[in-house]
């Protein structure tokens, strides 16, 4: 298929299937690249505001366990911890004392929601949001609280409780505790102190992009989830907390791809707390996170293919422009003929190839031109003896013949007449043969035949006869000169050598439609089947090869004389491919030879 594009095809294909695999190649990387800058920034923007939320959780548990520290810390408020019994007698300016003794912890801002202080033994609660309360605070009692039953058999160290309702005021606010039992030297424990902050500051650590789905856990030191809580945001959807656990305990921090229970791809971001051990995770909706990638990529692909058909576009144009010099010569080469040997290339000016091509083929063409004078000079002259070597072949067995049949017919008187007429008749014969004619009417043919004929006749007398019945329209046709008579000679030779007389020869030709055809029959014994196919293969090769006509005539065998071959290579001469001959024996007995051409108008 390759071996039929023209240059320009094979010059625009090669090079673009080069220039399409260094921009796929080009393209490609620099999309991956691209992708994985974008995707790694992505990732390190979400690590990095994963770890500004992992500080502010810690700073806000630290400061948390601060105040819980500095409460057992403080010796004013120790004293009515270890003796609660006193609280109910305290005056105005103990419980003022007091009360300013836990803001202090606290801070100027608040920034514990509440502080509580609660006595086993006693069974006081203490906050100094309600000091004069105890009494109320303490009636829900810790039993009524399961969220402290794990801090009930903890060893007294610090416990971060997970979001709850606060159970010591009438509103339940949501919030998260960190809480520590309070013990003596002896470890007897006379208690807890819990520090509270609201439910509300946990959702404040994160705040979302709200053009990306987006969710935000924190799981504690044990895997269950910390925040949110189902019995504070019953709205909000935990089915895939359950999903994000097992794919986030593999280290202290990093992403990870996790499909949802809808089958989405989310990708998940996580980092584990220094201070507590909680794991803070971020989820994100992968496909919307990384939107941006994707149409970073899109951008990049269709420029690629922008930049793709440009180039392709403007190669098509230079390998059109470049092979168009090749293609105005192959334009004007087939113009180029043995009458018409010039490129006629126009517009040579503006290109220098063209210029040099068109030179180089004028000198190129002037030398073919002077070489094909003279080869056709040559053939001339050689068609030309070969025709006049053809034409004054006669058999001298016939010339011996005949002068025998003169000499034997002079010797009576009464024949005087008939060596008179044989006399003329072969005089008018060897003349005929002797002109320098090339070519000659059906009519002057057939005269010379005849001729021929009756000198036959005299001397086979009753043994021999022949008829001619020519149609007047072929008389006056052209053919070579002597074309007629080998047919005749060629049957008297080889046709009648097995028959017994009377032998009898018949010459018909006609004219139809601008056709004429002349055919020469006998009725002797016809002519060897394998003899015909041999004739009849040298008659193919001339209508195939008409130069090889001259040759075939030469390479005729001597047993066939000017024969068949000989004379039908001369018709070929003359008229050319439009010549035709056919060979064939006859049903009854005998040879038929035919031949003729087509008259141009």
Not at 198 to 209: G, I
Request: glycine share 6%; aromatic share 8%.
């Amino acid at each position: 298929m390759l071996q039929n594009w023209s240059l320009q095809k094979k010059i625009f294909a090669t090079y673009s299937i080069i220039i399409v695999l260094i921009i796929v190649c080009f393209v490609a990387t620099f999309a991956v690249y691209a992708s994985k800058m974008i995707q790694n920034n992505l990732y390190s923007g979400t690590e990095r505001l994963l770890q500004k939320i992992t500080e502010q959780f810690d700073g806000l548990i630290g400061d948390m366990e601060r105040i819980n520290v500095s409460l057992l810390m403080d010796e004013n408020l120790n004293k009515h911890l270890y003796n609660p019994g006193s609280i109910p007698s305290l005056g105005v300016q103990e419980t003022r004392k007091l009360t300013n003794s836990i803001f202090s912890i606290n801070g100027p801002f608040s920034s514990a929601y509440k502080i509580v202080a609660f006595n086993f033994e006693h069974k006081y609660a203490l906050s100094p949001q309600s000091v004069d309360n105890a009494d109320t605070l303490f009636k829900a009692g810790i039993d009524g609280i399961p969220i402290f039953e794990s801090l009930a058999i903890s060893d007294g160290g610090f416990k971060l409780l997970p979001p709850h309702l606060d159970n010591w005021s009438q509103l339940q606010v949501p919030v998260f505790s960190l809480s520590r039992k309070i013990m003596d030297a002896a470890g007897k424990e006379y208690g807890y102190i819990e520090v509270q902050q609201r439910y509300s500051e946990l959702s404040r650590l994160y705040d979302p992009d709200p053009s990306i789905d987006s969710e935000f856990y924190i799981f504690n030191e044990a895997g269950n989830l910390f925040y949110p809580q189902p019995i504070i945001d019953p709205l909000k959807s935990l089915e895939d907390a359950g999903l994000y656990q097992t794919s986030i305990f593999d280290g202290k921090s990093g992403s990870t791809t996790v499909r949802n229970s809808k089958g989405e791809a989310r990708l998940l971001t996580y980092r584990q707390s220094p201070l507590t051990g909680h794991v803070i995770v971020i989820s994100q909706s992968r496909q919307e996170a990384l939107a941006s990638v994707n149409l970073l990529s899109t951008l990049i692909l269709g420029a690629g293919l922008l930049i793709l058909i440009v180039t392709l576009i403007i190669l098509y144009s230079s390998s059109k422009r470049l092979t168009l010099p090749l293609r105005t010569l192959g334009s004007s080469l087939k113009q180029v003929s043995l009458s018409n040997l010039a490129l006629n290339i126009e517009n040579t000016d503006k290109n220098n190839e063209m210029q040099l091509l068109d030179r180089m083929f004028k000198k190129m063409f002037s030398r073919l031109q002077h070489s094909i004078e003279q080869i056709t000079e040559a053939k001339e002259r050689e068609a030309k003896a070969q025709l006049l070597a053809l034409q004054s072949q006669i058999n001298p067995h016939f010339i011996h013949n005949t002068l025998a049949t003169i000499g034997a017919a002079a010797k009576h008187a009464d024949q005087r007449e008939k060596v008179v007429e044989m006399c003329r008749q072969l005089s008018s014969l060897l003349h005929y043969t002797t002109s320098s004619a090339d070519c000659v009417r059906v009519e002057d043919e057939l005269q010379y035949t005849k001729n021929y004929l009756n000198l036959l006749k005299y001397r086979y007398e009753e043994h021999f006869s022949f008829a001619i019945d020519v149609d007047r329209e072929l008389l006056n046709i052209e053919i070579p000169r002597i074309t007629i008579q080998p047919f005749v000679e060629n049957a008297m030779k080889h046709a009648f050598n097995t028959v017994p007389p009377p032998w009898h020869i018949r010459i018909c030709g006609t004219f139809r439609e601008n056709k004429w055809e002349l055919s020469i029959s006998d009725d002797g014994a016809g002519a060897d089947e394998s003899r015909l196919n041999a004739i009849r293969e040298r008659v193919d090769v001339i209508i195939a090869n008409r130069e090889q006509s001259e040759d075939t005539a030469s390479e005729e065998t001597e047993g066939e004389g000017l024969g068949i071959v000989n004379t039908f290579a001369r018709l070929v001469l003359l008229f050319g491919e439009q010549t035709w001959m056919t060979i064939e024996n006859l049903p009854e007995r005998g040879l038929r030879v035919s031949f003729g051409a087509t008259i141009k108008k």
